[in-house]
């Protein structure tokens, strides 16, 4: 896995990242998984093999975020809501905007942690949208 440098978050390739990208970096534990969930493998009553390959790999992001300001909850919280929780796709870069790629949140909500006053906790799951 590549060095995260700096996440952003953006809902479409027209549009800025600054309104919904925090502030600060997720914690140094984030985890990218590579799934190939879209191969079926069927095993014949003669033992042969066969896999059906319906999509191909598929990335997923799993990022945590601590001491997160009240503005970055913001952020955070208004790109939940644009994207309508698992509904819409929304763009992803783990190395500062280089590159994008689609993904969708794993789950509908997103629940915030008060850690301190304004000070808020996450952790969250995205899937590359394929």
Same mark, same amino acid.
């Given at each position: 896995?590549? %060095?995260?440098?700096? /996440?952003?978050?953006?809902?479409? &390739?027209?549009?800025?990242?600054?309104?919904? =990208?925090? #502030?600060?970096?997720?914690?140094?534990? %984030?985890?990218?998984?590579?799934?190939?969930?879209?191969?079926? %493998?069927?095993?014949?009553?003669?033992?042969?093999?066969?896999?059906?390959?319906?999509?191909?790999?598929?990335?997923?992001?799993? !990022? =945590?975020?601590?001491? !997160? #300001?009240?503005?970055?909850? #913001?952020? !955070?919280? %208004?790109? /939940?809501?644009?994207?309508?929780?698992?509904?819409?796709?929304?763009?992803? &870069?783990?190395?500062?905007?280089?590159?994008?790629?689609? /993904?969708? *949140?794993?789950?509908?909500?997103?629940? *915030?942690?008060?850690?301190?006053? &304004?000070?808020? #906790? /996450? &952790?969250?799951?995205?899937?590359?949208?394929?």
């Amino acid at each position: 896995m590549a %060095v995260i440098t700096e /996440v952003r978050f953006r809902p479409d &390739s027209s549009t800025s990242h600054a309104n919904y =990208s925090p #502030s600060r970096n997720p914690d140094m534990n %984030v985890a990218e998984t590579t799934k190939y969930d879209g191969i079926t %493998v069927s095993q014949s009553y003669g033992g042969k093999i066969y896999t059906n390959e319906r999509y191909g790999k598929q990335l997923e992001y799993e !990022l =945590s975020y601590t001491n !997160l #300001s009240e503005a970055d909850k #913001s952020k !955070l919280e %208004v790109l /939940v809501n644009q994207v309508k929780g698992r509904k819409l796709a929304f763009q992803f &870069s783990a190395d500062g905007g280089s590159s994008y790629i689609d /993904v969708r *949140f794993t789950a509908n909500d997103l629940k *915030f942690t008060q850690t301190a006053y &304004s000070i808020y #906790s /996450v &952790s969250f799951n995205i899937r590359q949208e394929i």
